[in-house]
């Protein structure tokens, strides 16, 4: 839910071609706040967590009931005329609507069930208490199938594959083609092929949602399915988590922390994405033992392995002083240094080797943190950090500087991606 949540976010201030259509944008600004599609995301997360074992029928009321609590709950969150008028109806019913509010709230189908048949049947469902049309069907169902595939490790390929076929969406043009001419459509076959060709373009996380924003038009909800389906695929930053719980009433809150929950994900302090790199420190621990070509790639195949499963590491940094306002979470990068109001300095920890060369450290858990010297860490997608490192002129990542270290450099890493294209391209 934090990916769909976030492009709605992000993508709200720029609706209505106020962005240029470019992705050079301020992450996060002064407008940056929910909107209706955030406040249906929850109603349909909240209905189906309620409504779990229940039949067709009664999932459909629960549904009716949620929204209609919800909508109410946020009169003024900037719903469409038609679904306002629902809202507010003594005898809601169906209204054959094939506008994209069944793709942009339907996320949570995407993420509750064990296999596609039934994320389809759920979203189905999500979408026919108002959006009966079967174009208004289709778009839900396309993208909780996108997110069901993304999230079960199905590549880009096969997830394209899926959507065409089964969907019969035209994913054949790029985003430069789509953007000269895209303009605010509220429809799902407007919507969703954009959407998700937004997220097959993307680079990582805050890639999508920029890709997605540049096309303009309708561009919270375009960044609001894309950002649904690239959470799934690549994860979000325990930083990227915060901001957005931080912009978020309490309510809304909760019922993430219920869809976790509910799908058996530990709060952020103990999040998988940190505990699942014992494969890394076994790795490690294996080349320390015997250091040869064969220990060297096992090394690089688990912190591959890693980036795959939206495996993320701590970065070391220093904070002189907890200022009273934070930085925008988004805008640390590798090597930065910022500076608040009251001059309160956050800066990334570097590490010189014997050499005179520096690099960055990383930590694979909090308990290789907290083995050294005191340091505060911030948490980051390996994909992402990857990314970062390839502007700045630090040699690598030192992992786990305290203990078991491996000098992960620029040219492992690269070597570590050149793996990566090879083994999907033979999977593929």
Known sequence: ?????????????????????????????????????????????????????????EIKEELVRSMR???NR?????????????????????????????AMRVSAAGWLYGTLEETRRA?????????????????????????????????KVKIKEYITTEFGYDLSRTCDEIRPGNHHDETCQKTVPEAITAFLEGDGFEDVIRTAVSLGGDCDTLACIAGSVADAFYGVSIALETECMRRLPDDINRVIERFNAARGRAPSSSDERENGNAVIENAIAAFHAESNRDTLLAVLESIRTRMHENGQLLISCFVTELPKKMPDPESIKIGDTFTTDEEIRLRLHTFRDSAGKTWFGAFTSGAERDKGEGCSVISEHIGQIFKHLRAVPEEGLVINPWGKKFMLSKELIDLILTLDRQKNRMEN
Do not use: Q
């Open 74 to 102: 946020y009169p003024g969150a900037g719903y469409g005329v038609r679904f306002f008028e629902w809202l507010h109806s003594r005898d809601p019913r169906p209204y054959g609507s094939c506008g994209n509010g069944s």
């Open 69 to 71: 609590s919800w909508g």
């Open 1 to 57: 839910m934090y990916g769909a949540i976030l492009g709605d976010m992000i993508g709200a201030p720029y609706e209505f071609d106020r962005g240029n259509k470019t992705k050079d944008f301020p992450l996060f600004c002064e407008d940056s706040g929910f909107t209706d599609d955030t406040v249906m995301t929850a109603a349909v997360a909240d209905a189906l967590l309620n409504a779990k074992g229940k039949c067709e029928e």
């Open 123 to 155: 979203a189905r469902l999500t979408a026919e208490v108002t959006h009966n049309h079967p174009e208004g069907i289709k778009g839900a169902e396309a993208t909780a199938s996108a997110i069901f595939l993304a999230r079960t490790g199905s590549p």
